[in-house]
């Protein structure tokens, strides 16, 4: 059975439960985590783009075809993308909490709402 | 030898080599090696810029070539973005000697700054669309420190507002180079290209080109998704701030952009240009609206970049041969004269430690460079002769006329009307009048600072002649030729092979 569009959509509902908790919520710890939640959906999006339905690791054995190897592994490029990917997400993600823990030491706050020095 | 990598190399192995300076105890020698290092690495980068200037070449990194490799492509669109990149960094970096006196870790100070320019470098000449991505949160990274550098609330909450807003850019961007791998299966430029060419775009591509556009009008600040940029851009440090809008925005920003929707519809421009067009329309309109009311010089100047921004994407977005020349010409006027209104603005912070104009008044009399810096550069951006203002806004008000948009012209004639309005406020009550009572003991900026003022006036004064035709023919003539034409930039980017 081809679950393949099911997957894309829950990709999808994922990015946009991301988006949600970026836009709405005023807690800064949660935004972090929204948008944590972003990219990874984005990541699982750029695997499921590489999947082919019953495809093996990119992992090629020895003694066999390249040819009947890139009928059957699933798209190494995507898998590559993916961790790029993470590496860069994390780096955002660890300056993002160091901001937010120095914020909390000026207001004593995560919440974006009370923190209001700048205007629109 | 092939050059194009140093331009990488140059930022990345300074900024390394800075991080590895707080070995020395001495803070006076320490911040002489930091800002001598920087200097000269941002020197080499301009020097290296002009003389590439009209030139095209590839580099293939690690000796593979595409699709298998990334290629680094100078063409005529690459180039001048290039020169002006370096020529910005390297006077930001002048005016940080004496301005970062402020601030503490100039060493580190001077890495983030480098990183920057290699992920703009980086952007500009990369040929491959994930590569690109990753340069960009290189600058982007490096920016977010930058913002943040004074730690004070007013930093960090811009910093932390720049930050989630650029986060949520950057996955729509990801997002629309996965559906563009999709449907091309190539993250090469080339191949995209020679898949895209022919035919009309698909649905895939249209969704591809919603998320591309999200992102990048997020990176690029048009409207409406300008919100984080006026206050990220005050809050940072002015050189860092100059660096931002002068050419962050549009490297990361309106360059990318317009790289890649030229490409996803290299078909059929018309959705791609009709976007731009509006984008850029609404973005100079409203950004010069919202300037009008603002008393925060700092934010006043972050309101025109958003509204100048709007020129470059409406020019662009003309698509025709002299649109877009007349969009880079505005691209690299635009960096010059809002870096040196910004460094004024850091130059008037540093003296009378205030952003807000009811605060000035008169200080002509007592920072006369400052002073006459800052006139030349505001009637540059409102677009009076003789200034380089004026000739990008004529070209790209004669390039809407001939495209035949001429409600669009006469939109852009308004906005440059309100931007004099806008700066006439601004000379009035910071420069001209009466002198205030408390500012009569403060002296003009030390040397470094008036030194690279006065060299981005000059800029400001003589750069009309771009337009002269042999060197508008080697600057800004190329961009259009591999924008319009798929089969100029394919022959560039695989060095006369394929």
Same mark, same amino acid.
């Given at each position: 059975?081809?679950?393949?569009?099911? %997957?894309?959509?829950?990709?999808?509902?994922?990015?946009?439960?991301?988006?949600?908790?970026?836009?709405?919520?005023?807690?800064?710890?949660?935004?972090?985590?929204?948008?944590?939640?972003?990219?990874?959906?984005?990541?699982?999006?750029?695997?499921?783009?590489?999947?082919?339905?019953?495809?093996?690791?990119?992992?090629?054995?020895?003694?066999?075809?390249?040819?009947?190897?890139?009928?059957? %592994?699933?798209?190494?490029? %995507?898998?590559?993308?993916?961790?790029?990917?993470?590496?860069?997400?994390?780096?955002?993600?660890?300056?993002?909490? %160091?901001?937010?823990?120095?914020?909390?030491?000026?207001?004593?706050?995560?919440?974006?709402?009370?923190?209001?020095?700048?205007?629109? | 030898?092939?050059?194009?990598?140093?331009?990488?190399?140059?930022?990345?192995?300074?900024?390394?080599?800075?991080?590895?300076?707080?070995?020395?105890?001495?803070?006076?020698?320490?911040?002489?090696?930091?800002?001598?290092?920087?200097?000269?690495?941002?020197?080499?980068?301009?020097?290296?810029?002009?003389?590439?200037?009209?030139?095209?070449?590839?580099?293939?990194?690690?000796?593979?070539?595409?699709?298998?490799?990334?290629?680094?492509?100078?063409?005529?669109? @690459?180039?001048?973005?290039?020169?002006?990149?370096?020529?910005?960094?390297?006077?930001?970096?002048?005016?940080?000697?004496?301005?970062?006196?402020?601030?503490?870790?100039?060493?580190?100070?001077?890495?983030?700054?480098?990183?920057?320019?290699?992920?703009?470098?980086?952007?500009?000449?990369?040929?491959?669309?994930?590569?690109?991505?990753?340069?960009?949160?290189?600058?982007?990274?490096?920016?977010?420190?930058?913002?943040?550098?004074?730690?004070?609330?007013?930093?960090?909450?811009?910093?932390?507002?720049?930050?989630?807003?650029?986060?949520?850019?950057?996955?729509?961007?990801?997002?629309?180079?996965?559906?563009?791998?999709?449907?091309?299966?190539?993250?090469?430029?080339?191949?995209?290209?020679?898949?895209?060419?022919?035919?009309?775009?698909?649905?895939?591509?249209?969704?591809?080109?919603?998320?591309?556009?999200?992102?990048?009008?997020?990176?690029?600040?048009?409207?409406?998704?300008?919100?984080?940029?006026?206050?990220? #851009?005050?809050?940072?440090?002015?050189?860092?701030?100059?660096?931002?809008?002068?050419?962050?925005?549009?490297?990361?920003?309106?360059?990318?952009?317009?790289?890649?929707?030229?490409?996803?519809?290299?078909?059929?421009?018309?959705?791609?240009?009709?976007?731009?067009?509006?984008?850029?329309?609404?973005?100079?309109?409203?950004?010069?609206?919202?300037?009008?009311?603002?008393?925060?010089?700092?934010?006043?100047?972050?309101? #025109?970049?958003?509204?100048?921004?709007?020129?470059?994407?409406?020019?662009?977005?003309?698509?025709?041969?002299?649109?877009?020349?007349?969009?880079?010409? #505005?691209?690299?006027? #635009?960096?010059?004269?809002?870096?040196?209104?910004?460094?004024?603005?850091?130059?008037?912070?540093?003296?009378?430690?205030?952003?807000?104009?009811?605060?000035?008044?008169?200080?002509?009399?007592?920072?006369?460079?400052?002073?006459?810096? @800052?006139?030349?550069?505001?009637?540059?951006?409102?677009?009076?002769?003789?200034?380089?203002?004026?000739? @990008?806004?004529?070209?790209?008000?004669?390039?809407?006329?001939?495209?035949?948009?001429?409600?669009?012209?006469?939109?852009?004639?308004?906005?440059?009307?309100?931007?004099?309005?806008?700066?006439?406020?601004?000379?009035?009550?910071?420069?001209?009048?009466?002198?205030?009572?408390?500012?009569?003991?403060?002296?003009?900026?030390?040397?470094?600072?008036?030194?690279?003022?006065?060299?981005?006036?000059?800029?400001?004064?003589?750069?009309?002649?771009?337009?002269?035709?042999?060197?508008?023919?080697?600057?800004?003539?190329?961009?259009?030729?591999?924008?319009?034409?798929?089969?100029?930039?394919?022959?560039?980017?695989?060095?006369?092979?394929?």
């Amino acid at each position: 059975m081809n679950n393949m569009p099911l %997957a894309y959509g829950l990709a999808m509902i994922l990015f946009a439960v991301g988006l949600y908790g970026v836009v709405c919520k005023k807690n800064a710890v949660k935004i972090i985590i929204s948008l944590l939640i972003m990219t990874n959906a984005v990541n699982l999006f750029i695997l499921l783009i590489g999947y082919r339905s019953g495809g093996i690791a990119p992992i090629m054995d020895k003694g066999q075809e390249a040819s009947e190897f890139a009928s059957m %592994a699933v798209d190494p490029l %995507a898998q590559a993308i993916v961790i790029t990917s993470i590496v860069i997400g994390l780096s955002i993600v660890a300056l993002m909490i %160091a901001i937010a823990i120095r914020l909390y030491d000026r207001y004593k706050t995560f919440d974006t709402s009370k923190m209001k020095d700048l205007k629109g | 030898m092939n050059t194009l990598p140093l331009f990488i190399l140059i930022p990345v192995g300074a900024a390394f080599a800075l991080s590895t300076f707080d070995v020395l105890k001495n803070d006076k020698k320490r911040i002489l090696v930091a800002n001598i290092t920087a200097a000269l690495a941002c020197l080499s980068l301009t020097v290296l810029a002009i003389a590439h200037l009209g030139k095209t070449g590839v580099f293939e990194m690690g000796g593979r070539s595409i699709p298998i490799g990334i290629a680094l492509v100078l063409d005529g669109f @690459s180039a001048p973005v290039l020169a002006v990149t370096g020529l910005v960094s390297l006077i930001c970096a002048v005016f940080s000697f004496s301005y970062m006196d402020m601030y503490s870790g100039r060493e580190k100070f001077f890495s983030l700054f480098l990183l920057m320019v290699a992920g703009m470098n980086g952007i500009v000449l990369t040929s491959d669309i994930f590569n690109l991505y990753v340069f960009m949160e290189l600058a982007a990274v490096s920016s977010f420190a930058l913002v943040a550098y004074g730690t004070m609330k007013e930093e960090l909450e811009a910093a932390f507002k720049y930050l989630v807003l650029s986060g949520v850019a950057t996955t729509f961007i990801l997002t629309g180079i996965a559906l563009t791998y999709g449907h091309t299966r190539n993250l090469s430029m080339v191949f995209i290209y020679n898949a895209l060419s022919s035919g009309s775009a698909g649905p895939g591509i249209y969704l591809a080109a919603g998320f591309l556009i999200v992102g990048f009008g997020i990176k690029a600040a048009l409207i409406p998704f300008h919100a984080w940029l006026p206050d990220a #851009h005050p809050a940072a440090p002015a050189p860092v701030s100059a660096m931002l809008s002068g050419v962050l925005i549009k490297t990361a920003g309106i360059y990318a952009m317009v790289r890649i929707l030229f490409m996803l519809f290299a078909a059929d421009l018309a959705v791609a240009s009709m976007l731009l067009r509006t984008l850029g329309t609404v973005s100079l309109m409203v950004g010069v609206l919202l300037a009008l009311g603002q008393w925060d010089f700092k934010r006043l100047l972050a309101y #025109h970049s958003v509204s100048q921004m709007g020129y470059i994407a409406l020019a662009f977005g003309v698509a025709t041969p002299l649109g877009i020349v007349a969009g880079l010409f #505005h691209l690299l006027n #635009h960096s010059v004269f809002k870096s040196l209104l910004f460094l004024n603005s850091g130059a008037l912070f540093y003296r009378t430690s205030t952003r807000d104009l009811r605060d000035m008044g008169g200080l002509n009399a007592v920072m006369p460079v400052t002073g006459y810096t @800052s006139m030349v550069a505001s009637l540059s951006i409102a677009g009076m002769p003789p200034f380089n203002g004026f000739w @990008s806004k004529l070209l790209i008000i004669i390039a809407a006329i001939q495209g035949g948009y001429l409600w669009l012209a006469l939109w852009a004639v308004l906005g440059s009307v309100l931007t004099l309005a806008s700066f006439a406020k601004v000379q009035r009550y910071a420069f001209l009048g009466e002198l205030k009572e408390g500012l009569k003991k403060i002296k003009e900026v030390p040397l470094p600072m008036t030194l690279s003022m006065v060299f981005l006036a000059v800029l400001c004064a003589v750069m009309g002649i771009l337009l002269i035709p042999g060197i508008r023919a080697v600057v800004l003539d190329g961009a259009a030729d591999v924008l319009l034409n798929p089969a100029a930039y394919i022959r560039i980017a695989t060095g006369g092979i394929l």
